[in-house]
């Protein structure tokens, strides 16, 4: 038969009489559409042959047991055309007009494999050229017909060569007459079926050459060229199903794996190995993809991979276009941080949806009860009460946030004046369809201001004013300079305003704050529908407190009065070096400052308590530790009455915040004389 491009009307008739048998038989669920395909009626139609064995040959298996109803209808079709729609065979041909005839018509032989010489076994060529491949999609779109091609034979002299097409699945053909003939033709071509049940279908072609036709059939054949086509997957379905793709087919028990690439539609015709996805599995059954984005075209190409002699050989692909749905994903973690210092201003973040863009509304009132259950035309959401008017404009930046996810933020966002609490909306938009996130409503706390630590020997007190609307303030510690922007956890503290009220700021006990010093940023916190809204942050600088502690050992004379005194300092922990100390004497009172009195003379001690130095108004350790006992100073106290009392000696108010000097019992410092 001539290829389907050349078919005359005749032949078009037949054919489409045998596609409606065919049809028939595939409504009534007796074949299966793939199983019996268009290409196996036009190999049949173009062999010319009508006797049932031959046509049961070019049958697949399962479709082999209808032959006897084809041959009929074959021939009541031929029958009403009147015709018969072939030459005649070639073994019926014996002048040199129709050698001639048949070999410029370029076409296929209706020959049968009993037309030629019985093949004697003799050694044939080690080099033999190849047989190419092309899948030609047949009318039902799947992997349908292959159209195989082969060099030219040369034979010199000799005028007339017949090739014969043989082929056999699963294992190469030892014999042209022990394998299925293809075709007999004069061309370097021919159209076969795909394999049905079998992995590899081996091709073969042999050429029968003499001077004329009837000398060709009679010689021995010459093996040519040979070649192999890998199956296609079989029933292969492609669909998408909420964004993943799922595929199924089914393959041949030799298939060792099966290929999927994922191709952007327009790439199609540039598929390269960056296509190739399930790179990890052999996808034998089939496939799901989870990684196609919405929204685009893709074109899944699924080729069927052998292993033949240790090399891997690919079947023609099978492509699928796929539109994946644009499934719109509500935002549901949207959140609204109050910017430090800026008093008034937000900031919101989100994570994106894989797809749409994320419009947010500031609203005085929520949006309409039950507009966020469904999709919306993006026109209806006026109707829920989200005007354009309250679409917020700052720009939307990127920024990976702690846990190393990529979050969209929205800066600079104001509180409206007079509003004491605002309702933030997400809104998903694509292609005119809307898809309402989770509201978050937010109440606005006002300003932390006029804020003071006061430090007392055990403790530090912490007070502020109030703020407007907070339920309650929530105190940071963090490391000197620390800028809260970056984020405050770690170790914190919590007052409610009765507390507040109750015991007049936050009290924090000695070791609460670190000795030598923090910031603390005051957080106000209200609630909005069970969750925490933080305001504006308010920072102050603690400078940290060394807390020391001297003892007073007195030295009388024989009349029992103070002579001398040994002075020892202990420290909360431990500095190298120290600030400069003065022992102020009062005759009648105890001293109230460093300037309350007069400076007595003092010097540091050697390990037997003599001076080591020459005496001087200031005490200064080489160091300060805790045991306190390691260096002493003395002071001359001959001549005086009254009190003593250590005070440190800076000129800095500064300076004098950031050491408490603990008294030792008051007894040790009064200079009264005891009897001998």
């Given amino acids: 038969m001539p290829d389907p491009q050349h078919t005359d009307d005749a032949d078009g008739r037949i054919l489409a009489a045998l596609m409606a048998w065919r049809q028939q038989l595939i409504d009534s669920g007796a074949v299966s559409k793939s199983g019996f395909k268009e290409t196996h009626l036009r190999l049949i139609l173009r062999s ?21 109803d084809l041959a009929a209808v074959l021939a009541e079709t031929l029958g009403a055309q009147g015709r018969h729609h072939r030459s005649a065979p070639l073994s019926a041909v014996d002048s040199g007009e129709g050698d001639q005839a048949v070999t ?27 047989i190419t491949s092309k899948s030609v999609p047949d009318a039902d779109g799947a992997a349908g017909s292959c159209q195989l091609a082969w060099p030219p034979y040369q034979p010199g002299g000799d005028p007339v060569v017949i090739y014969r097409l043989i082929s056999e699945e699963d294992n190469a053909p030892y014999s042209p007459d022990r394998a299925r003939l293809v075709a007999a033709t004069t061309t370097t071509s021919a159209v076969d079926g795909p394999p049905d049940a079998a992995a590899i279908r081996y091709y073969q072609v042999w050429v029968n050459v003499g001077t004329t036709r009837a000398e060709a059939l009679a010689a021995q054949p010459v093996k040519h060229a040979d070649g192999l086509v890998v199956s296609p997957v079989h029933d292969c379905v492609i669909r998408q199903d909420s964004g993943q793709v799922i595929g199924s087919w089914t393959v041949p028990a030799a298939v060792g794996a099966v290929f999927v690439s994922r191709v952007p539609a327009h790439e199609a015709g540039r598929e390269g190995p960056q296509h190739r996805i399930l790179l990890d599995r052999d996808n034998r059954a089939g496939f799901v993809d989870l990684q196609a984005i919405p929204g685009q075209r893709y074109v899944y190409r699924v080729r069927a991979a052998v292993s ?7 079947s023609a692909a099978v492509d699928n276009e796929i ?17 430090p210092g800026a008093a008034g201003v937000f900031e919101l973040s989100w994570t994106a949806p894989p797809v749409g863009q994320v419009a947010i509304y500031r609203s005085r009132r929520g949006p ?19 005007t354009t008017d309250l679409r917020l404009t700052q720009p939307v930046t990127g920024r990976v946030n702690a846990q190393g996810q990529m979050q969209s933020v929205m800066t600079g966002v104001s509180w409206p004046e007079g509003w004491s609490r605002a309702y933030f909306t997400p ?7 809307a898809l309402l996130g989770t509201t978050l409503s937010s109440v606005r706390t006002g300003v932390i201001r006029d804020v003071e630590l006061t430090e007392y020997c055990n403790k530090q007190v912490l007070t502020f004013d109030w703020p407007e609307g907070a339920a309650m303030v929530v105190v940071y510690l963090a490391p000197k300079g620390y800028d809260p922007r970056n984020g405050l956890t770690g170790t914190s503290f919590e007052i409610t305003l009765d507390e507040y009220e109750k015991y007049g700021g936050l009290q924090l006990p000695n070791g609460k704050l670190p000795v030598a010093g923090c910031s603390l940023h005051l957080a106000p916190v209200a609630f909005s529908a069970g969750r925490r809204a933080t305001g504006a942050v308010r920072s102050i600088e603690y400078a940290g407190l060394l807390r020391l502690q001297y003892a007073v050992q007195l030295t009388r004379d024989p009349e029992g009065r103070p002579s001398h005194a040994s002075i020892f300092l202990r420290s909360e922990y431990d500095v190298p070096g120290s600030p400069a100390f003065v022992l102020i004497n009062h005759p009648d009172r105890i001293p109230l400052s460093h300037s309350d009195g007069e400076a007595v003379n003092v010097a540091p001690l050697d390990a037997q308590g003599r001076l080591a130095a020459i005496p001087s108004k200031e005490l200064r350790w080489s160091s300060l530790t805790t045991q306190g006992t390691t260096e002493a100073w003395g002071a001359d106290l001959r001549g005086r009455r009254g009190w003593i009392r250590l005070f440190v000696n800076t000129p800095t108010a500064a300076r004098l915040r950031t050491i408490a000097l603990l008294d030792p019992p008051i007894s040790t410092l009064r200079l009264t004389a005891v009897a001998p």
């Fill in 48 to 68: 010319g042959r009508t006797d049932v064995d031959h046509i049961r040959a070019m049958l697949p298996g399962s479709v082999a047991e209808h032959a006897e």
């Fill in 104 to 130: 410029e018509a370029g076409r296929e032989i209706p020959l049968r494999a009993d037309d030629f010489a019985a093949y004697t076994f003799t050694e044939q060529p080690d080099q033999l050229a190849t």
């Fill in 308 to 314: 033949v002699d240790g090399v891997l050989r690919l």
């Fill in 323 to 339: 539109d994946i749905a644009a499934v719109l994903a509500p935002v549901a973690d949207l959140s609204v941080t109050a910017l």
């Fill in 368 to 386: 309409t009860a039950g507009a966020e259950t469904a999709e919306l035309p993006e026109a209806a959401l006026e109707q829920a009460g989200l």
């Fill in 427 to 433: 809104v998903t938009v694509l292609a005119g369809r």
